[in-house]
C-alpha cells in the first residue's frame, strides 16, 4: 500500500520568505508526527497529532513555526519569515496508535528545506 | 524531558563480524524503545523494538536488550554484511495518553567493509 507521503521534496528559500510544507499520512492512521532533521543529527520532534487535535506543539522551535490537520488527515506544516538556521530535513510520520498502545512510526521521505 | 545518549558515533567492522550500538536514557517512565535504520538520503525505517516489559527480543540478525534498571539499551548486529552499512538511531518514548513523540539519539554511522 501507500506509504506515508511529503511535499515537496526539495525547498529553496530565501531568507523571510514563507513555506508550507505538506505531508499525507498512511490512510486511516489516528497519529501524525513532524520531527525536523539538521544533518548528521537525529530527528528531533516538533509536534503532534491525534485526528485534528495538535496534543502537543512542546518542540515547535518559535512562532514563526505552525502546524495543522484540519480534517484528521493531512497536515501541513507553515513555516513563517523563514532564517538561515531553519534550513533541515522536516519528515512527517504516522501511526496506528489506538488504545494508548504504540504501533511503528511510518516516516515519509521528508521534505529538504534550504534557506538562503 | 527525556534525554537519550548514543555511542559509538561511527563504527566500522569487517564484514561477518558482529556490531553493538548502545543507548541510555534519562526517563524512567520510557517504555518503547525502537530502533531506525536511515540510508543516505532516505526515510528512517524501523528495523526493530522493544517495550520496557521484555528484556531482549532477537529478529534474525538483528536483537536488542534491554535494562531498565541502569535505562539502557543495545542493537546487536550478526554476521554483518555491506548492506548493513547505513545510520542507525535508536529512540525513547512513552506509551499512552497525550505523549507519542520519539526522542533520537544523535545516531551511529555503521560502515561494513568487504
Known amino acids: 500500500g501507500a506509504g506515508v507521503s511529503q511535499s515537496p521534496r526539495y525547498k529553496v528559500a530565501k531568507r523571510g520568505q514563507d513555506v508550507a510544507l505538506r505531508c499525507d499520512p498512511i490512510?486511516?492512521?489516528?497519529?501524525l508526527f513532524w520531527y525536523q532533521q539538521a544533518l548528521g543529527q537525529g530527528p528531533e520532534f516538533l509536534t503532534y497529532?491525534?485526528?485534528?487535535?495538535?496534543?502537543?506543539k512542546s518542540g515547535l522551535p518559535s512562532d514563526r513555526f505552525f502546524a495543522e490537520r484540519p480534517e484528521g488527515s493531512v497536515s501541513t506544516l507553515k513555516i513563517q519569515r523563514t532564517q538561515q538556521e531553519d534550513s533541515a530535513v522536516y519528515l512527517c510520520?504516522?501511526?496506528?496508535?489506538?488504545?494508548?498502545?504504540?504501533?511503528?512510526?511510518?516516516f515519509g521521505p521528508g521534505t529538504r528545506l534550504t534557506v538562503t | 524531558g527525556e534525554n537519550v545518549e548514543q555511542h559509538p558515533s561511527t563504527l566500522s567492522v569487517q564484514e561477518g563480524d558482529s556490531a553493538v550500538i548502545k543507548c541510555t536514557y534519562s526517563?524512567?517512565?520510557?517504555?518503547?524503545f525502537p530502533w531506525y535504520k536511515q540510508e543516505l538520503g532516505k526515510r528512517p525505517q524501523l528495523i526493530i523494538d522493544i517495550r520496557s516489559n521484555v528484556g531482549e527480543k532477537k529478529d534474525q540478525r538483528i536483537a536488542v536488550t534491554l535494562n531498565k534498571t541502569a535505562k539502557h539499551f543495545s542493537l546487536h548486529i550478526t554476521e554483518t554484511q555491506p548492506e548493513d552499512s547505513a545510520v542507525y538511531f535508536c529512540?525513547?518514548?512513552?506509551?499512552?495518553?497525550?505523549?507519542?513523540?520519539?526522542?533520537f539519539g544523535k545516531g551511529t554511522k555503521l560502515s561494513v567493509k568487504p
Open positions: 526517563d524512567s517512565a520510557s517504555n518503547y
Open positions: 490512510s486511516g492512521h489516528v497519529s
Open positions: 497529532f491525534q485526528n485534528e487535535a495538535q496534543l502537543d
Open positions: 510520520a504516522s501511526s496506528q496508535n489506538t488504545g494508548g498502545a504504540f504501533h511503528e512510526q511510518y
Open positions: 529512540a525513547a518514548s512513552t506509551e499512552g495518553g497525550s505523549q507519542g513523540n520519539l526522542i
